[in-house]
């Protein structure tokens, strides 16, 4: 059996925190590694702390969960480039944001602060344990109340012109597969839609979020539409 996966929770509600390990330590395949109550906490925490996932709130006292959640990764970074050997993704977490409000402002704060995900503390146990193992797994999750008003949010803030140039190292097979991935679409469906194997759109999705420089798919989405690769409808 693998090792659980390691996760961190950041809330400045105590009972919520509590709540929170009580699902996940009920898994098997996950384990509550360790609690922060600020921002700051967190940061101090994930200095020293590995973790796989953390569990972030937005709303805390001294450092709100999105300036946390850049600066977590921001020295995840940093640990890398002093070591010379391992890659920023082996050494960051992935981070969920979790909060009360599903605002626009809080979802591509986040976005754009590198998180992974983002889910209203008031999903369902099993949405929540789902949304952990996706996002370790490497495919982001948001809150599907959300997902349609963050990318009208993205459409209506920003009007490109034309495509950006960065969109030119795609090649016309991963620009498809991209487009796909804008629509919401798993690698299972992408898979079944271009009838490939789920090992090689799994490749083109590393490739386009390599050639991007895009931590994940949910932020390729972001870029698309901000780039003017994808438009609405």
Same mark, same amino acid.
């Given at each position: 059996?693998?090792?659980?996966?390691?996760?961190?929770?950041? &809330? &400045?509600?105590?009972?919520?925190? @509590?709540?929170?390990?009580?699902?996940?330590?009920?898994?098997?395949?996950?384990?509550?590694?360790?609690?922060?109550?600020?921002?700051?906490?967190?940061?101090?925490?994930?200095?020293?702390?590995?973790?796989?996932?953390?569990?972030?709130?937005?709303?805390?006292?001294?450092?709100?969960?999105?300036?946390?959640?850049?600066?977590?990764?921001?020295?995840?970074? @940093?640990?890398?480039?002093?070591?010379?050997?391992?890659?920023?993704?082996?050494? @960051?977490?992935?981070?969920?944001?979790?909060?009360?409000?599903?605002?626009?402002?809080?979802?591509?704060?986040?976005?754009?602060?590198?998180?992974?995900?983002?889910?209203?503390?008031?999903?369902?146990?099993?949405?929540?344990?789902?949304?952990?193992?996706?996002?370790?797994?490497?495919?982001?999750?948001? @809150?599907?109340?959300?997902?349609?008003?963050?990318?009208?949010?993205?459409?209506?803030?920003?009007?490109?012109?034309?495509?950006?140039?960065?969109?030119?190292?795609?090649?016309?097979?991963?620009?498809?597969?991209?487009?796909?991935?804008?629509?919401?679409?798993?690698?299972?469906?992408?898979?079944?839609?271009?009838?490939?194997?789920?090992?090689?759109?799994?490749?083109?999705?590393?490739?386009?979020?390599?050639?991007?420089?895009?931590?994940?798919?949910?932020?390729?989405?972001?870029?698309?539409?901000?780039?003017?690769?994808?438009?609405?409808?």
């Amino acid at each position: 059996m693998s090792e659980p996966l390691r996760i961190v929770l950041v &809330d &400045d509600q105590q009972l919520v925190s @509590a709540g929170l390990r009580m699902i996940i330590d009920s898994q098997d395949d996950m384990r509550v590694v360790g609690v922060a109550t600020t921002g700051v906490e967190a940061v101090t925490l994930l200095n020293r702390v590995a973790a796989d996932v953390v569990l972030m709130d937005v709303r805390m006292p001294d450092m709100d969960g999105i300036e946390a959640t850049r600066q977590i990764l921001a020295n995840a970074t @940093a640990r890398s480039e002093a070591s010379g050997e391992v890659s920023p993704a082996d050494l @960051a977490p992935k981070i969920i944001i979790l909060t009360t409000f599903d605002l626009d402002e809080y979802l591509l704060a986040a976005i754009h602060a590198g998180a992974s995900g983002f889910l209203v503390k008031n999903a369902p146990p099993p949405d929540l344990l789902a949304a952990i193992r996706t996002v370790y797994s490497g495919d982001a999750v948001i @809150a599907p109340s959300s997902t349609k008003r963050l990318l009208e949010h993205v459409i209506t803030g920003v009007q490109p012109e034309a495509p950006s140039e960065e969109f030119d190292l795609l090649t016309d097979r991963e620009r498809e597969v991209l487009l796909l991935v804008a629509k919401g679409m798993s690698n299972q469906e992408i898979s079944h839609a271009l009838f490939l194997s789920e090992t090689t759109v799994k490749t083109h999705v590393s490739k386009i979020l390599e050639k991007l420089g895009c931590r994940d798919r949910v932020q390729a989405v972001v870029a698309a539409y901000e780039g003017g690769l994808v438009h609405p409808g």
